[in-house]
């Protein structure tokens, strides 16, 4: 099936500075791509939605200007947490659909374990 | 909005046992529905899917019926196998949103030999 990679795995940064993640589709193309953020033992939550070609939809409640996301192609989307805070701290996953259709399957990245120090 | 329960957890079975993961939804329109499966380690994969009210979804012997009347989407299956052991999230996708999941909160599955 199709595949979602996410870059770095885990990354440990110090408090105020800046931390890129990257999506990507490694097989198919993605206009649209969604960012989450998961709590410990807490469910997953949209945070927004990656537009290849235009801006980001935000989700209410995420800053848009500490959240910066970048679709730059069709098979890569990033999210930069800017002047990162402990409180930043969280397990960030991505995902692409497959297709068009609201019931598409969607695909997931393994995930970004961020810890801010 | 849209919001959706699963049962707590974690939940704790022997092998061969009968498992039932309780989830209700609540949303505007016709929501499809669906399970999606998260191995240690690894993201989250689609296990079965339901569009429409009494579509039956179904893979590797787990089942889940979507109940417009209960608004509920249970994940059932007949006998677990350790290899089962993982998270496991209810999620819908709205009719007018594209591709957006509302998740619940993931239920822990162990099974053990």
């Known amino acids: 099936g199709a595949v979602v990679s996410q870059h770095p795995s885990r990354v440990i940064c110090k408090s105020g500075t800046s931390v890129k993640i990257e999506c990507r589709s490694l097989?198919?193309?993605?206009?649209?791509m969604f960012w989450y953020r998961q709590f410990p033992k807490q469910s997953l939550m949209l945070m927004a939605t990656s537009n290849e070609g235009s801006k980001a939809t935000y989700e209410q409640g995420v800053e848009k200007d500490k959240f910066l996301i970048n679709h730059a192609s069709l098979t890569l989307s990033t999210l930069t947490v800017t002047s990162a805070h402990p409180e930043d701290s969280s397990f960030y996953i991505c995902?692409?659909?497959?297709?068009?259709?609201?019931?598409?399957?969607?695909?997931f990245g393994p995930g970004t374990r961020l810890t801010v120090l | 909005g849209d919001s959706v329960t699963q049962m707590e957890g974690p939940v704790t079975l022997s092998e061969e046992a009968f498992l039932t993961i309780n989830c209700t939804y609540t949303a505007t329109g016709y929501p499809s529905l669906f399970w999606y499966v998260q191995y240690p380690g690894e993201g989250l994969q689609l296990l079965l899917k339901?569009?429409?009210?009494?579509d039956k979804g179904s893979n590797k012997g787990f089942e889940a019926t979507y109940r417009k009347e209960t608004t509920s989407f249970h994940l059932e299956k007949g006998s677990v196998q350790v290899s089962d052991s993982a998270v496991y999230f209810c999620a819908l996708a709205g009719g007018t949103s594209y591709g957006k999941l509302t998740f619940g909160q993931g239920t822990i599955l162990t099974v053990h030999p």
């Open positions: 097989d198919f193309q993605a206009t649209t």
């Open positions: 339901a569009t429409k009210a009494d």
């Open positions: 995902s692409a659909p497959s297709g068009r259709d609201s019931t598409d399957t969607q695909y």
